[in-house]
Every structure is written in structure tokens, then in C-alpha cells.
């Protein structure tokens, strides 16, 4: 959420709102920017700059339109300036603290939020830029602080309300979330979002069938609807083979800006650079097509580099694929359920296969492997991640997380049933969650050569 509002007074100036002589001008760059019209909106700043020099308003519009043209560096050093000539100014701290949540930068931007959040404690746009910049930077702590202040300015806000809930689950902080979503239920009845809201946190907390009720209401309110299908099957107890296409959009759509800083840096994943390595120490000279299902940002392209050959990128997510192109190295993209994709590829076309942080997504592998050994070329080699089930339970698990957990021995056997000639399998943490280890093992399958 940005802050759209533009101040009446110039706050770096001492002047009554009727003598502002650039505030039409600030407007109608503001309008210019929000239009894509940058070269105009460059010459309406500059004329303003010409009869009010140093005004902090005309900084941050000159951030706002460097960071719509790409220049993110100009960018920066003009919110900076904005902030120079006024450091007390709302606006323009909030605007320079989004602009670097949208860089990732979130240590500042973070720092640089609290400061306007304690300069206006009671403006509502500053709250909900606040809370977006908490939510960037996965700082769900601080998200819930600034929530509940929200509830306090404005009781019962219902969007309010509903992030409140989703933050206090994702801490398992469940009985307050549901104490939210049954409120909110109960002044709206059909209100989807808070039924699926209450029926995730029931399954999170351990109560599968207090949530049969809810599941049953969404269903009747959206019959066919697969996402509340998913849900009535594990609120009746039972493990669906696969996730929802639908359910996978939306979590990697609505993640995909922020993707690789709370992936690699946050969780400290590694896995792209440790099968990248893989890859490269059995091609030294890139000569190969790579199909790169899950391909999310582009981790792996990254680590691969370019390639003599086609690096193919597969994914449901639009929003991850528009930034693993940023990285130029993949060849072509598919937005598809892979494991449609793979049901639609000919026989023997890649030396490489990849499903990093995949398959805990889409869940059965009984068909995926197998496919997968049809795709490769004699002697290519399938490289896949999985999250690790319990020997001594079944083959697949659903966690509380939502995501799917293998059994080691049954991936083996699952690859060893499909004609891989060689299956080596590597034990590792495949990320850190809260601080926490999460156990996994790296699949190396390789096809027989022909």
C-alpha cells in the first residue's frame, strides 16, 4: 500500500495551504506518474522545482517516478533527499520505508517504519504502509503490534480484523485467531474469506473436524470450488495425492517480490547452488537442456548461468516467472501445473531434469517420476527435493505447514520402479524456519544410458 495523499502544507516551508503555489503542480505529477506519462511528469516537477526549490514534496515524486522508469538508485537518493529537507514529514518517511521494502532492503526500511508510525500514530494510510512493510519483510511481530493499534483507532475494521487473524495463526497464536475469525463470521455469515481463515486455523491447531462445518458452508457457497475441496478432504481426515493448482498460485503469486531475500537469506535455502554445482561438475562445458520444473525466481538459472542448450522454466505462478526472466538466462517459460507439463512432453528431449522445493507442493509422486524417466535422455539425470516423513509412517504426509512430507524409502523405491538405473539420496536441512532445521534429502536419479 502506498501513500497516495498529497500534504496541504509544504512542511519544509512555513506557508498557509492558500499560498502553495506548486501543490497543483505536485498533482498533476502525481496523476502523470500514476499514467506511465513520465517524460511530462519530469517537466510538471521541474517546473515546480523552478518556483519552489528544496521542497520535500518534489523529492519524493522524483523518487516515485525514478523507481516507475527502473532507476532504483535515483530513486533512493531521492527519497533520501525528501527526507533531508523534511525529517519529520509522514509522507515522505513512509514513502522512502516502502521504497525500500520494495528493494528489500528491510532492516531500514523496517527501522525507517516505526519512525513514521510514532510520528503519526492515529493516520490510518500510514498504519496500512506500516503493516505492508511488516508483512514484506516477514516481520509478523511487528505486523500484529501495528494491527492491534488499528483495532484500537477503528474497533471491529473488518480488514483489520482479518489480517490480524492470519498473522496470529501463522504464530499459532490459534485460539485469539479463531476468537477473530468467528467474529467476523458471525457478523457475516457468507464471508469466504473468514470461513477458510477459521477453517486453516483449525487445521493448524489440531481440529480437523471442528472445521467440517465451515468446509461444508464454502462449498455450498461455491460448489465445484477445488481449493474448498482440498480443504473438506483434510477436514474430513483424509490426505489429498495433490495440492490445488489454485492454492499454489496464490501463495507463490502473492510471494513472488519478496521470494528470494526471505528464501535465501531468511531461511538460508541453498538447495539451487547445491544442485547447480551438481549439474555444472557433470557438464563443465554447459552443453544441455534442462527442464526446470517449480523453476519459482530462477534460483537454479541463476546458478546455472547461461547454457549451450535450452533452459526450460515451469511454473503456475505469472508473478514468479516475470522475476526469473529479470535474470536473462532462461531460454522459455511455461505457466502450467507441471505435472501436466510433464503428461505433455515427448520422450527423450532433456539431459536434465530439476523439482527443487517442488514435489512438497504437488504432493503424489506415483506419476511424476515416472514421467520424468520417460522425458530425460539415456543417461540424464532427474535431481529433486523432498521434505522428510517418518520411516515408520506413511508414504506421504500432509504436515500443518500445508506442505507434503516423503518417505525416503518409498521415493527410492518409487524411482527404482520407473527404470532409474541409480539413485543416490542425500540427507540435508533443506531450509531454517523460525530458527528451526527443516530435514529434507536431495534425490539424484540417473536414467540407463542408451
Given at each position: 500500500?502506498?501513500?497516495?495523499?498529497?500534504?496541504?502544507?509544504?512542511?519544509?516551508?512555513?506557508?498557509?495551504?492558500?499560498?502553495?503555489?506548486i501543490?497543483?503542480?505536485?498533482?498533476?505529477?502525481?496523476?502523470?506518474?500514476?499514467?506511465?506519462?513520465l517524460?511530462?511528469?519530469?517537466?510538471?516537477?521541474?517546473?515546480?522545482?523552478?518556483?519552489?526549490?528544496?521542497?520535500?514534496?518534489?523529492?519524493?515524486?522524483?523518487?516515485?517516478?525514478?523507481?516507475?522508469?527502473?532507476?532504483?538508485?535515483?530513486?533512493?537518493?531521492?527519497?533520501?533527499?525528501?527526507?533531508?529537507?523534511?525529517?519529520?514529514?509522514?509522507?515522505?518517511?513512509?514513502?522512502?520505508?516502502?521504497?525500500?521494502?520494495?528493494?528489500?532492503?528491510?532492516?531500514?526500511?523496517?527501522?525507517?517504519?516505526?519512525?513514521?508510525?510514532?510520528?503519526?500514530?492515529?493516520?490510518?494510510?500510514?498504519?496500512?504502509?506500516?503493516?505492508?512493510?511488516?508483512?514484506?519483510?516477514?516481520?509478523?511481530?511487528?505486523?500484529?503490534?501495528?494491527?492491534?493499534?488499528?483495532?484500537?483507532?477503528?474497533?471491529?475494521?473488518?480488514?483489520?480484523?482479518?489480517?490480524?487473524?492470519?498473522?496470529?495463526?501463522?504464530?499459532?497464536?490459534?485460539?485469539?485467531a479463531?476468537?477473530?475469525?468467528?467474529?467476523?463470521?458471525?457478523?457475516?455469515?457468507?464471508?469466504?474469506?473468514?470461513?477458510?481463515?477459521?477453517?486453516?486455523?483449525?487445521?493448524?491447531?489440531?481440529?480437523?473436524?471442528?472445521a467440517?462445518?465451515?468446509?461444508?458452508?464454502?462449498?455450498?457457497?461455491?460448489?465445484?470450488?477445488?481449493?474448498?475441496?482440498?480443504?473438506?478432504?483434510?477436514?474430513?481426515?483424509?490426505?489429498?495425492?495433490?495440492?490445488?493448482?489454485?492454492?499454489?498460485?496464490?501463495?507463490?503469486?502473492?510471494?513472488?517480490?519478496v521470494?528470494?531475500?526471505?528464501?535465501?537469506?531468511?531461511?538460508?535455502?541453498?538447495?539451487?547452488?547445491?544442485?547447480?554445482?551438481?549439474?555444472?561438475?557433470?557438464?563443465?562445458?554447459?552443453?544441455?537442456?534442462?527442464?526446470?520444473?517449480?523453476?519459482?525466481?530462477?534460483?537454479?538459472?541463476?546458478?546455472?548461468?547461461?547454457?549451450?542448450?535450452?533452459?526450460?522454466?515451469?511454473d503456475?505462478?505469472?508473478?514468479?516467472?516475470?522475476?526469473?526472466?529479470?535474470?536473462?538466462?532462461?531460454?522459455?517459460?511455461h505457466?502450467?501445473?507441471?505435472?501436466?507439463?510433464?503428461?505433455?512432453?515427448?520422450?527423450?528431449?532433456?539431459?536434465?531434469?530439476?523439482?527443487?522445493?517442488?514435489?512438497?507442493?504437488?504432493?503424489?509422486?506415483?506419476?511424476?517420476?515416472?514421467?520424468?524417466?520417460?522425458?530425460?535422455?539415456?543417461?540424464?539425470?532427474?535431481?529433486?527435493?523432498?521434505?522428510?516423513?517418518p520411516?515408520?509412517?506413511?508414504?506421504?504426509?500432509?504436515?500443518?505447514?500445508?506442505?507434503?512430507?516423503?518417505?525416503?524409502?518409498?521415493?527410492?523405491?518409487?524411482?527404482?520402479?520407473a527404470?532409474?538405473?541409480?539413485?543416490?539420496i542425500?540427507?540435508?536441512?533443506?531450509?531454517?524456519?523460525?530458527?528451526e532445521?527443516?530435514?529434507?534429502?536431495?534425490?539424484?536419479?540417473?536414467?540407463?544410458?542408451?
Amino acid at each position: 500500500m502506498s501513500c497516495h495523499h498529497l500534504p496541504t502544507t509544504m512542511n519544509t516551508r512555513t506557508a498557509p495551504p492558500s499560498s502553495d503555489p506548486i501543490r497543483k503542480h505536485l498533482e498533476t505529477a502525481r496523476t502523470q506518474i500514476g499514467n506511465g506519462e513520465l517524460r511530462e511528469a519530469a517537466q510538471t516537477l521541474n517546473t515546480a522545482q523552478r518556483i519552489w526549490p528544496g521542497d520535500a514534496r518534489i523529492y519524493m515524486l522524483a523518487g516515485l517516478m525514478a523507481e516507475k522508469s527502473g532507476n532504483l538508485k535515483g530513486a533512493l537518493e531521492a527519497m533520501r533527499k525528501s527526507v533531508a529537507a523534511a525529517p519529520d514529514w509522514g509522507p515522505g518517511l513512509l514513502e522512502l520505508a516502502l521504497l525500500l521494502a520494495r528493494q528489500n532492503q528491510f532492516k531500514e526500511a523496517v527501522e525507517t517504519a516505526e519512525k513514521v508510525a510514532a510520528l503519526e500514530p492515529k493516520n490510518l494510510m500510514v498504519l496500512a504502509g506500516v503493516v505492508d512493510i511488516a508483512h514484506r519483510a516477514g516481520h509478523k511481530e511487528m505486523a500484529i503490534k501495528h494491527l492491534r493499534r488499528g483495532l484500537v483507532l477503528v474497533p471491529g475494521d473488518l480488514q483489520l480484523s482479518q489480517l490480524l487473524a492470519q498473522d496470529l495463526s501463522a504464530l499459532n497464536q490459534h485460539e485469539e485467531a479463531l476468537q477473530l475469525w468467528t467474529a467476523l463470521i458471525e457478523a457475516n455469515p457468507k464471508n469466504e474469506p473468514a470461513l477458510l481463515g477459521r477453517v486453516k486455523t483449525l487445521l493448524a491447531a489440531g481440529k480437523p473436524a471442528k472445521a467440517v462445518a465451515d468446509t461444508t458452508t464454502l462449498l455450498a457457497l461455491a460448489p465445484g470450488d477445488s481449493v474448498y475441496a482440498y480443504y473438506n478432504a483434510l477436514a474430513h481426515g483424509i490426505t489429498p495425492a495433490h495440492q490445488p493448482v489454485e492454492l499454489n498460485r496464490q501463495l507463490f503469486d502473492g510471494m513472488a517480490e519478496v521470494y528470494d531475500q526471505h528464501t535465501v537469506r531468511g531461511l538460508r535455502y541453498q538447495l539451487p547452488k547445491i544442485v547447480g554445482d551438481k549439474i555444472l561438475a557433470r557438464y563443465p562445458e554447459k552443453r544441455l537442456n534442462v527442464l526446470d520444473l517449480g523453476c519459482g525466481t530462477g534460483l537454479l538459472g541463476v546458478c546455472l548461468g547461461r547454457i549451450d542448450g535450452f533452459l526450460i522454466g515451469v511454473d503456475v505462478s505469472t508473478k514468479m516467472i516475470e522475476q526469473a526472466a529479470r535474470h536473462n538466462v532462461y531460454d522459455r517459460f511455461h505457466t502450467v501445473n507441471l505435472l501436466e507439463a510433464l503428461e505433455a512432453t515427448p520422450a527423450a528431449l532433456y539431459e536434465v531434469i530439476t523439482a527443487l522445493d517442488v514435489f512438497i507442493y504437488t504432493g503424489d509422486l506415483g506419476q511424476t517420476i515416472p514421467n520424468a524417466h520417460r522425458i530425460l535422455l539415456p543417461a540424464g539425470d532427474l535431481y529433486f527435493s523432498c521434505e522428510t516423513a517418518p520411516e515408520d509412517g506413511p508414504d506421504l504426509v500432509l504436515q500443518p505447514n500445508g506442505r507434503y512430507a516423503h518417505k525416503r524409502s518409498h521415493v527410492h523405491a518409487l524411482c527404482r520402479q520407473a527404470g532409474f538405473e541409480s539413485v543416490e539420496i542425500e540427507d540435508l536441512v533443506l531450509r531454517y524456519e523460525a530458527g528451526e532445521p527443516v530435514q529434507g534429502f536431495v534425490v539424484t536419479a540417473r536414467k540407463a544410458a542408451a
